[in-house]
């Protein structure tokens, strides 16, 4: 299942590429900006101020999933079992579905419209969720990609098993691979993941010789001081990594929390303005990795 | 062969480096620009009412001359105490001239508000005011613009006066859309194009009533040419008796120099590249006194400057500091020249804008890549004074140069919509399909917005006739062929869309009224233009115009080598989302009921279900602008069935000289979409009614939603090779989007996608963010050089009224 396929994206990989984003994740990061990736199933945006009162979602929910509140719906999220039962149902768009199952042919059909901005270097990025979580779709796009001359890549937190990530291994041209932070206690208190595992995964594939760039979401008072970054790159510069990318904070993510009817963890955080992590991106350099601050 | 060609050889120049900024000098005189309060000067329409009464047995074109004459002769001149060019287009900074000859009721009617406009406002005093009120009457009944009319027969003026059609910017104004050709008047300069009207003077026989007329077009071209030679000699003049006054040794050793200047190039060819700029902003100057129309544009002056600036640099007289400089101050010399519009066509044109252009980039006549040093100096030179003026465009091919490339984006980075590009790998082609000569339309420079011509080849008006608003005429093809705003039925149509019984019977409805209203465009053109020939024919831009001379004829009168011209379109990607959303929703789906629709367009979506009925049309059905082929086809198909008539028709020239005098389709609209939209009531693209049109080719505002790429897919599928007046692709970026060299780098590979493999006409850029653009509405004197892309050109955010404003802010940011 995918939630997106985003079109001429500049800044996942290399070139122009087109982004296929992956139902589903293992991780539950606070600062996530795509928290409708996260579970695995379709799920249900609502957006109150779009909706003009028509009913037609309520027509069409057969398991009462929604209730009439007066002045609007009201999602049962406990209840709702099949929520793409309500694609395209609602006029104003104020009711959208996350979450499609696309066949590949399709998914790398809409990639090929993209086709002439790739000019050799861009191509198809998996990303999510986490594409590993899905391994049997990650691959059958990555060998599609691959039949139609497509170069690939793809965004993966590696907090998964590595016998999912290992048989792509030979489909990918470049990954970018989260390494979120070195301390484990941290990285798994806030993630909720296996920090172990996800840098041993690392260290594994930094060993294997592609191209790899390790992606650093900087989040305040998460990873965004100078000793975590630094211990940051030290990892990643011993695992044979030769590029890592500081991606500032922000909360563009935000409102689509309150689309999913969740909390924002993060609320009232202000986004790093990118030139502010200039002067760390320096220090870091030293290491001998090439800092690119965005990516 | 150009002298410019001769000396370029690929890539032998090093890339000037970045130097500081501007200099303290063309701060000062940008400063001094952009705190003009835009005006008025009578001048001009002082000396031509009064050589007008004087002389009204004579032939209009001798009155022309000696208004122009008049006017160069008697006006008050100055020189700032920082010009290093001198000369003006009227009395005062941006004081735009009267020019009552083309029409002077709107002047009269509107005297008292110009000041309160919403935007684009001007500032006369009261005496101003009392003396146009003793001026212009005497000229009622004697203007173009009446006399236009008149001309008009009375279905073509009553479509007209629908508003369907709309050229009144034609008739008030003039034609400009030209460039002269530069090369040419720079080596002749203006003596050798005096000799050169003697020469064909002489050899005429005055048995032959043709050489009669021919002999008053060559008496007029000398008055002119004598008017601009005393005009520069006046400047002469000046700059010594101010040196004279002047105590600083080093400004007077410049005001020396101005007038060695001024003393040489009245009517010799100059020497080296100052004297080639200065003689260039005087021709600008003069030939927007000549004529009112704008987008008079100087081509492509990397290429026939660059001799200058080569012989200059080779004797080590100019480095680049003084070349930027120079250059700077032609740019704040053309910021300085206005226009004032009367308000309907100011709606037209927000902004204020005189769309000079310059044209850099591209291939030389053999097809090699013409950037050179001089191009790098004239980017990084407009990205420096960030002003409106001049409208830079770059004109892109395969072998662009990427170092070329990266700095033209690093200058759109700073936001201010310039450079724009122009396709090669598109406009070349398809010109010598048109019958231009392979390396005079390798020579092509972009003229005033987006639109092409071979500069000093070709007529007035390569697109900017009259605008032809798509969506009223599809409205009349739903209804039988009755417009809904003026009621009337200009062309019975094929039935009501509620007895239709299938989609194909709508696009023949559709047909019916695109054929009809392709003729009336061509009609209403053709009156203009008989009109302008007849009563405001332009003297000086026919000499500079290859062939006028020869053939004795202004480029009206079939002067010009190459003619072709184009009306706008405007609604093209409301007419695609409309049939689109019938097509999907009406007939496939079956969501909506034609009955039900039409009550829905009638009412505006007003009453139980309107809203929902609207939301349906504009979220369920395929936008044009989101690679969807469904929607892209059938807006290109439809407006195919516009262009299959409108290209068959030809201009007033035909048969009369020119090559070519064919129409072809065109959509640089400019703001046109904003006022055309505000007299359109709904559409089924689910648009609200009297609410903004798409701009030019751009999806409507807000309905492409997969970025930039899929949008140049859905562009490209239109029949760009037929609409060479011009496909409008106006972009919004973030700025975040293009943040650094690597986001640069891409979106340049973007471009090149776009250019070289679906063969795109143009792209512009706007990137600034939406809370710039709302800051400067609430704070306006924080934002003044704030400067924004508007359609195929660039203006003052501030300057431009709240609707169009709006309509800005509510294009789609692309975060890529």
């Known amino acids: 299942m995918i939630f997106n396929i985003q079109r001429c994206s500049l800044h996942d990989g290399e070139g122009v590429r087109t982004v296929v984003f992956m139902k589903g994740c293992p991780l539950r990061c606070p600062w996530c900006s795509n928290p409708e990736g996260q579970s695995f199933g379709a799920e249900l945006l609502f957006a109150p101020e779009k909706c003009i009162g028509c009913r037609d979602c309520m027509d069409a929910a057969r398991n009462g999933e929604i209730r009439w509140n007066g002045a609007g719906p009201v999602i049962d999220r406990a209840v709702v079992k099949d929520a793409a039962a309500l694609r395209r149902v609602c006029p104003a768009e104020a009711m959208t579905v996350a979450g499609e199952d696309r066949a590949v042919e399709g998914i790398i059909a809409e990639a090929e419209k993209d086709k002439v901005f790739y000019r050799g270097k861009g191509g198809v990025t998996l990303s999510g969720g986490e594409p590993f979580a899905q391994p049997e779709l990650a691959l059958n796009l990555l060998r599609a990609a691959r039949e139609r001359g497509l170069t690939a890549a793809a965004e993966t937190c590696l907090d998964y098993p590595w016998e999912n990530i290992e048989p792509a291994l030979p489909l990918l041209d470049r990954i970018l691979a989260d390494v979120k932070h070195v301390d484990a206690r941290k990285y798994n208190s806030a993630t909720g993941g296996d920090a172990a595992r996800a840098l041993g995964n690392f260290r594994r594939l930094a060993g294997r010789g592609k191209p790899v760039a390790a992606r650093v979401p900087v989040i305040p008072g998460f990873n965004a001081d100078g000793a975590s970054l630094a211990a940051i790159a030290g990892f990643v510069a011993d695992a044979g990594a030769r590029s890592m990318h500081l991606l500032p904070y922000h909360s563009f993510g935000e409102g689509k929390y309150a689309l999913l009817g969740r909390a924002y963890p993060l609320a009232g955080i202000r986004n790093t303005p990118p030139e502010s992590l200039e002067p760390i991106a320096q220090e870091l350099a030293s290491t001998g990795l090439h800092i690119i601050i965005g990516g | ?816």
């Open chain 2, 1 to 816: 062969m150009t002298a410019a060609q001769e000396v370029h050889e690929p890539r032998a120049y090093d890339i000037p480096a970045a130097k500081p900024d501007m200099t303290p000098r063309v701060r000062r005189l940008r400063e001094k620009v952009l705190s003009a309060r835009p005006g008025v000067c009578l001048e001009r329409a002082r000396a031509y009412t009064r050589v007008y009464r004087e002389n009204e047995s004579r032939p209009v074109i001798i009155r022309r001359a000696l208004g122009l004459l008049e006017t160069l002769t008697s006006g008050g001149i100055r020189i700032d105490e920082d010009d290093l060019l001198v000369g003006g287009h009227s009395s005062r900074l941006r004081a735009a001239p009267i020019f009552p000859e083309y029409a002077v009721g709107w002047i009269l009617e509107e005297l008292d508000e110009f000041e309160k406009r919403p935007g684009d406002a001007f500032y006369l005093d009261e005496d101003q005011k009392a003396e146009l009120r003793d001026l212009l009457p005497w000229w009622s009944g004697k203007t173009l613009v009446e006399k236009g009319y008149g001309i008009m027969p009375p279905q073509v003026k009553e479509v007209h006066d629908s508003g369907i059609i709309r050229a009144e910017g034609n008739l008030t104004s003039g034609d400009g859309h030209v460039a002269i050709w530069h090369e040419k008047f720079l080596a002749l300069g203006i003596g050798g194009y005096r000799r050169e009207t003697g020469r064909l003077m002489a050899g005429l026989d005055f048995t032959k009533a043709e050489d009669i007329r021919r002999r008053l077009f060559y008496e007029a071209v000398l008055i002119c040419l004598d008017g601009m030679e005393r005009h520069i000699g006046r400047f002469a003049d000046l700059a010594r008796a101010d040196a004279e006054k002047t105590s600083a040794p080093k400004r007077r050793a410049e005001l020396l120099r101005i007038a060695g200047i001024c003393d040489h190039i009245k009517s010799e060819p100059p020497r080296d590249f100052h004297e080639a700029l200065q003689l260039i902003w005087f021709s600008q100057a003069v030939l927007q006194i000549e004529s009112n129309g704008h987008s008079l544009s100087l081509g492509r002056l990397d290429q026939y400057l660059y001799p200058f600036y080569l012989r200059d640099r080779a004797a080590g007289r100019i480095g680049d500091e003084q070349a930027l400089e120079l250059l700077e101050c032609l740019w704040i010399k053309l910021m300085s020249v206005n226009k004032i519009r009367s308000w309907s066509h100011t709606r037209f044109s927000a902004g204020g804008p005189l769309y000079q252009n310059v044209t850099i980039g591209g291939q030389t006549p053999d097809g090699g890549d013409a950037v050179n040093r001089l191009s790098y100096l004239i980017l990084r030179s407009v990205g420096e004074t960030g002003l409106t003026q001049p409208n830079l465009s770059v004109r892109y091919h395969r072998r662009l140069p990427e170092p070329f490339l990266m700095e033209c984006l690093k200058v759109i980075g700073k936001g201010f919509g310039m450079p724009a590009f122009n396709n090669d790998e598109i406009v070349i082609p398809e010109m010598i399909q048109l019958g231009v000569g392979e390396r005079e339309a390798r020579d092509y420079s972009a003229i005033g917005c987006i639109e092409v011509a071979v500069p000093g080849r070709w007529g007035y008006r390569c697109t900017g006739m009259s605008f032809l608003n798509f969506m009223r005429a599809f409205l009349a093809a739903l209804r039988d062929g009755r417009e809904p705003v003026s009621g009337k039925t200009f062309r019975k149509g094929d039935g009501n869309f509620e007895d239709f019984a299938g989609f194909d019977q709508l696009m023949r409805a559709w047909k019916t009224q695109a054929v009809f209203y392709a003729r009336m465009q061509v009609a209403v053109d053709a009156a203009v233009d008989l009109a302008i020939e007849e009563f405001a024919p332009d003297i000086l831009c026919s000499a500079f115009t290859d062939r006028c001379l020869e053939r004795g004829k202004t480029i009206k009168e079939g002067g010009s080598k190459y003619d072709f011209i184009s009306g706008l379109q405007v609604g093209i990607a409301n007419l695609g989302n409309s049939l689109a959303a019938i097509r999907k929703l009406v007939f496939e789906e079956k969501r909506i009921g034609k009955a039900e629709l039409m009550a829905a367009l009638d009412s505006d979506f007003a009453g139980p279900g309107g809203e929902k009925l609207r939301l349906l049309l504009l979220n369920h059905a395929p936008k044009f602008g989101n690679d969807d082929e469904y929607v892209d086809r059938l807006a290109a198909e439809a407006y195919a069935l516009f262009i299959d008539e409108y290209a068959t028709h030809v201009t007033t020239r035909r048969g009369r000289g020119p090559i070519g005098c064919r129409y072809y389709a065109g959509t640089s609209s400019i703001s046109a979409n904003v006022p055309q939209g505000a007299s359109v009531p709904a559409t089924p693209d689910g648009r609200k009614a009297w609410t903004p049109l798409a701009e030019g080719c751009s999806p409507s505002s807000g309905t492409d939603r997969l970025g930039a790429g899929a949008v140049f897919k859905s562009v490209a599928r239109l029949p760009t090779g037929r609409i060479f007046g011009g496909v409008l692709l106006n972009q919004k970026l973030s700025p975040s989007a293009i943040r650094t060299d690597a986001d640069k780098d891409k979106l340049g590979v973007m471009l090149r996608g776009f250019f070289d493999s679906l063969k795109g006409w143009h792209v512009q850029y706007n990137i600034v963010d939406r809370e710039t653009l709302l800051a400067a509405q609430r704070e306006p004197e924080r934002h003044r050089d704030l400067v924004v892309r508007v359609a195929g050109y660039s203006a003052f955010f501030t300057a431009l009224s709240p609707d169009t404003q709006d309509d800005i802010i509510a294009r789609t940011e692309q975060t890529l």
